[in-house]
């Protein structure tokens, strides 16, 4: 398979789907922030628990959304979810009007977010396929991945400062709003006849018997393509080690070093804005035609950016390094999205990309707890070399496949 582009203006119904996605996503991380910082007002056990209930059931329904996705389509699948999010943020906001931050709405709202992520996820990780020829892909994603890394980096003091001003409740009001605007454009838009992978009468292809053997066939799709079973396990193994990196190392490191909060901010703020540049570029130019060799050498470039935080003892030089991992992460999501996108079969679409968010998801699950314990007894700065040197090593042994590299 080889990566194409095209300068031609991507499709106007893409545009207008990314832009309402790009707002669903910085409404989705105000909540979480809002939905956090009130847990934490309880105790950090509450906190913990909140996050749980978001991820478990993710974690638990994502293969069978990804089939219920390729069996009504990813448009059905995600109006229905925005209509549902849209009546749980309104019913929820009035609940905590008329009782306040009680304990089990907190944990209710995890878990509503966690079933509809499970549905939702896959079905949206699709659209881009359905809604662009494949030789826009790169772009397309791009565009998505430049928007995401935006709306995540304003989300945080966006939702902290909401909280103060307008609390949970009111957080959740928004949160509607930004579902509604979704609910608009996903209801206006209409996919690519020659990519919705429909069969007749509008089920697609690959469901037939019951849900379990449709999620079967779905993994057997992804582990048994070589190209897809080697993107996948190298973004459990990307994803795995670079966000607790960020999320729990980088705090560490400063704590080790003496930096203060805001040396910490400049550091994983860096690794965004390396995101956000490489994604534009590649929204605007393109990705590389060698897709394979990027996203194995986009592995190695954030080890080695991810090695020099660790080897710093001032904050430019991690800075500089955090930078690099952005470079990287930028240079993964701009040729293994579309990568995985591209080898998919259009009748399994929602179901890999399923799998994608799965093992995402469960990795980190292991990840996330290996870490931050290892860090307490090894120290952060051996934990991020240690993390450092996995990643590289999984970069070289994608490098060292001659099949891969020629992807």
């Known amino acids: 398979m080889t990566t194409t582009t095209t300068k031609e203006p991507l499709p106007q119904s893409y545009r207008l789907w990314v832009s309402g996605a790009v707002i669903s996503i910085l409404g989705n991380g105000v909540l979480y922030f809002a939905l956090g910082w009130t847990a934490t007002g309880h105790s950090g056990a509450l906190a913990g628990l909140v996050l749980t209930a978001v991820n478990v059931p993710r974690a638990l329904f994502l293969l069978v959304g990804g089939v219920l996705g390729d069996r009504v389509g990813a ?47 896959p079905a949206s990780g699709s659209m881009p396929r359905l809604l662009v020829p494949p030789e826009q892909l790169p772009r397309a994603l791009g565009l998505r991945q430049a928007g995401a890394q935006v709306a995540g980096l304003v989300a945080g003091p966006l939702g902290g400062l909401l909280v103060v001003t307008v609390g949970l409740a009111g957080v959740l009001l928004l949160d509607a709003l930004t579902f509604a605007v979704v609910l608009a454009v996903l209801l206006v838009i209409r996919p690519l006849s020659s990519a919705s992978g429909a069969g007749p009468g509008g089920v697609h292809g690959g469901m037939g018997g019951g849900i379990a053997a449709a999620a079967l066939d779905g993994l057997r799709i992804g582990l048994a393509d070589p190209v897809l079973r080697t993107v996948l396990l190298l973004t459990g193994a990307f994803g795995g080690l670079l966000l607790p990196a960020f999320s729990i190392l980088v705090p560490l490191l400063a704590r080790e070093h003496d930096w203060d909060a805001r040396a910490a901010g400049l550091v994983i703020g860096a690794q965004a804005l390396g995101t956000i540049v490489v994604a534009l570029v590649v929204a605007r130019q393109g990705a590389h035609r ?20 660790a080897a710093s003892g001032s904050t430019g030089p991690a800075v500089a390094g955090a930078a690099v991992c952005g470079v990287g992460s930028g240079l993964f999501a701009g040729h293994a999205s579309p990568t995985i996108l591209s080898a998919t079969p259009s009748t399994h679409l929602s179901r890999v990309q399923a799998m994608l968010v799965l093992v995402q998801t469960v990795t980190l699950l292991v990840t996330n707890n290996v870490v931050g314990g290892l860090a307490d007894t090894v120290g952060a700065t051996t934990m991020t070399v240690l993390c450092a040197a996995l990643l590289l090593g999984s970069g070289l042994l994608a490098l060292s496949s001659k099949t891969f590299r020629a992807v």
Do not use: E, K, N, Q
Not at 290 to 309: E, I, N
């Open 75 to 121: 448009r059905r699948v995600m109006i229905t979810g925005d209509a549902v999010m849209i009546g749980v943020c309104l019913l929820f906001a009035l609940v905590l009007h008329l009782s306040g931050p009680a304990v089990w709405v907190l944990l209710a709202t995890g878990l509503v977010l966690g079933v509809v992520d499970a549905f939702y996820l």
């Open 290 to 309: 060698r897709a394979g060799l990027a996203v194995a050498g986009a592995t190695v470039t954030a080890a080695l950016g991810l090695a020099v935080m």
